[in-house]
């Protein structure tokens, strides 16, 4: 059965950089198939999607966090990985890993998700 | 402020049905394939709904999606108390090059 774990770094500091890790377990990330991405959600607020990677290496980010948002992918260790610099209170959420589907785009499968607090 | 639009709270009796609405524009709803997720509080969205209206196995026909244009609905018919949760619904941006979600609805079950 497929498995998203994300890491958990917990705390951050304002300006700092956010560093998290999804592994994959019970199906491959290099699976032509689909896309591995990130979603954030706010306590109390919506779902923003951040951003997606194929397992080719090709991204797809969210216009309004491009400029701070990295995604990369690493498919000897089944992971792959969220670096969002310059972080401030308005980041705090929690992060979801996410498995989208490549001929639409969609999300289809989730991770458990982690809470990710900006504060000094 | 959503891409997607949907009503902030919905409500119904057990046993009675309701509509979720989710209004989008050519660039996104219009062109592209909607899903439907179901969140419980503290946990991870679950798919309920994809590709407009197929539900993934396990998903009861309790549950139903539809598009018309540039909005979507989900549907859910016999209420339970356990369908109290907060829906969202999500498409690809064509004109973004991103992934959009709405704000969410929260349902109760009175």
Same mark, same amino acid.
């Given at each position: 059965?497929?498995?998203?774990?994300?890491?958990? =770094?917990? @705390?951050?500091?304002?300006?700092?950089?956010?560093?998290? #890790?999804?592994?994959?377990?019970?199906?491959?990330?290099? *699976? $032509?198939?689909?896309?591995?991405?990130?979603?954030?959600?706010?306590?109390?607020?919506?779902?923003?999607?951040?951003?997606?990677?194929?397992?080719?290496?090709?991204?797809?980010?969210? =216009?309004? @966090?491009?400029?701070?948002?990295?995604?990369?992918?690493? #498919?000897?260790?089944?992971?792959?990985?969220?670096?969002? *610099? $310059?972080?401030?209170?308005?980041?705090?959420?929690?992060?979801?890993?996410?498995?989208?589907?490549?001929?639409?785009?969609?999300?289809?499968?989730?991770?458990?998700?982690?809470?990710?607090?900006?504060?000094? | 402020?959503?891409?997607?639009?949907?009503?902030?709270?919905?409500?119904?009796?057990?046993?009675?049905?309701?509509?979720?609405?989710?209004?989008?524009?050519?660039?996104?709803?219009?062109?592209?394939?909607?899903?439907?997720?179901?969140?419980?509080?503290?946990?991870?969205?679950?798919?309920?709904?994809?590709?407009?209206?197929?539900?993934?196995?396990?998903?009861?026909?309790?549950?139903?999606?539809?598009?018309?244009?540039?909005?979507?609905?989900?549907?859910?018919?016999?209420?339970?108390?356990?369908?109290?949760?907060?829906?969202?619904?999500?498409?690809?941006?064509?004109?973004?090059?991103?992934?959009?979600?709405?704000?969410?609805?929260?349902?109760?079950?009175?």
């Amino acid at each position: 059965q497929l498995q998203l774990q994300e890491s958990d =770094p917990g @705390l951050v500091k304002p300006s700092e950089t956010l560093s998290l #890790t999804c592994t994959v377990s019970g199906g491959s990330i290099s *699976n $032509s198939n689909y896309y591995w991405g990130w979603i954030r959600q706010p306590p109390g607020r919506g779902l923003e999607w951040i951003g997606y990677i194929y397992y080719r290496g090709n991204t797809y980010y969210n =216009p309004s @966090l491009k400029s701070r948002v990295t995604i990369s992918i690493d #498919t000897s260790k089944n992971q792959f990985s969220l670096s969002l *610099n $310059s972080m401030t209170a308005a980041d705090t959420a929690v992060y979801f890993c996410a498995r989208h589907v490549y001929s639409n785009s969609l999300v289809n499968y989730w991770g458990q998700g982690t809470l990710v607090i900006v504060s000094s | 402020q959503s891409v997607l639009t949907q009503p902030p709270s919905v409500s119904a009796a057990p046993g009675q049905k309701v509509t979720i609405s989710c209004y989008g524009s050519s660039s996104n709803i219009g062109n592209n394939y909607v899903s439907w997720y179901q969140q419980f509080p503290g946990a991870a969205p679950k798919l309920l709904v994809y590709e407009n209206n197929k539900r993934p196995s396990g998903i009861p026909d309790r549950f139903s999606g539809s598009k018309s244009g540039p909005s979507a609905t989900l549907g859910i018919t016999g209420l339970q108390t356990g369908d109290e949760a907060d829906y969202y619904c999500g498409t690809w941006d064509s004109s973004l090059s991103a992934g959009v979600f709405g704000g969410g609805t929260k349902l109760t079950v009175l």
